[in-house]
C-alpha cells in the first residue's frame, strides 16, 4: 500500500517569497492533516479536513497561510510572504480510523 | 503552556539498558495517548498506542496508562542503537482520535 505522498522534499525561500506544498494521502483516507514541525520539537497541527471540508482551522495562520482539499483526496498548503520564521518541517498525515500516517514532510528554509 | 508534556527532554542508556520516558497531559478531554518514534530525517511513525488504564506491552517496548492522572510511560528495554531517535508522546480525545496533540519530544541516544 502506498503511503501519504508530499511534494516538493525541500524548499529553500527568501523573507517575502510564496510556495505551495502538496499532498497525496493515503487511498481511501477520509481525513487529511497539515502539521508544522519546527527542528527538534513535536509537530503542530495546522489545519485538518474531513473530505473536502475543513474541519480545524484554528491554528492555521490565516493571513498568510491557506490550505484546500477540493476534492476530498489531494490537497495544497500554501504560505504567501513567508518569513523566517516558517522555517519547519512540514508533515502531511492521513487517517481513516484511529492511526494517523505521516508523509516524509517538506523541509522549509526561509532565509 | 504545553498541553502534553514530555520528561525528559534528553536521555542516554547504555546499549542493552532500559529507556523510561514521561508524558502527562494538562488538557482533562483526552481519552488516548499514542507514542511515535521519529528518526532523524523521517518521518514520524506510530510506535504504540493506549486507551486504557494499565499495562501494555510489545516486543521490547512497554507503555503505561493512568487515566485518572492523563500520565502514560514508555518503557524499552534491551536498548539498541538503532532505537536511538525523537520519541513523541500525543493525545486525543475520544470523539476525534486523529487530531493529535504532541508534545515537544524525547531525544533518545542509545549508546554502544
Known amino acids: 500500500e502506498a503511503g501519504v505522498t508530499q511534494s516538493p522534499r525541500y524548499a529553500v525561500l527568501q523573507e517575502g517569497q510564496a510556495v505551495s506544498f502538496w499532498c497525496d494521502p493515503i487511498s481511501g483516507h477520509d481525513t487529511l492533516y497539515w502539521y508544522q514541525q519546527p527542528r527538534d520539537q513535536g509537530p503542530q497541527l495546522l489545519v485538518y479536513f474531513r473530505d473536502e471540508a475543513v474541519i480545524d482551522n484554528s491554528q492555521l495562520p490565516s493571513d498568510r497561510f491557506s490550505a484546500v482539499r477540493p476534492k476530498g483526496t489531494n490537497s495544497t498548503l500554501k504560505i504567501q510572504s513567508a518569513k523566517q520564521g516558517d522555517t519547519a518541517t512540514y508533515l502531511c498525515a492521513s487517517s481513516f480510523g484511529t492511526e494517523v500516517f505521516f508523509g516524509k514532510g517538506t523541509r522549509l528554509t526561509v532565509v | 503552556q504545553q498541553k502534553v508534556q514530555q520528561s525528559p527532554e534528553s536521555l542516554i542508556v547504555p546499549e542493552g539498558g532500559m529507556a523510561s520516558l514521561n508524558c502527562t497531559s494538562s488538557?482533562?478531554?483526552?481519552?488516548y495517548f499514542w507514542w511515535y518514534r521519529q528518526h532523524s530525517g523521517k518521518s514520524p511513525k506510530m510506535l504504540m498506542?493506549?486507551?486504557?488504564?494499565g499495562e501494555k506491552e510489545e516486543g521490547r517496548f512497554t507503555v503505561h496508562l493512568n487515566k485518572a492522572s492523563l500520565h502514560t510511560s514508555l518503557h524499552i528495554r534491551d536498548s539498541q542503537p538503532s532505537d536511538s531517535a525523537l520519541y513523541l508522546c500525543?493525545?486525543?480525545?475520544?470523539?476525534?482520535?486523529?487530531?493529535?496533540?504532541f508534545g515537544l519530544g524525547t531525544t533518545l541516544q542509545v549508546q554502544p
Open positions: 498506542s493506549i486507551f486504557s488504564n
Open positions: 488538557d482533562r478531554n483526552v481519552d
Open positions: 500525543a493525545a486525543s480525545g475520544a470523539g476525534n482520535t486523529g487530531k493529535l496533540i
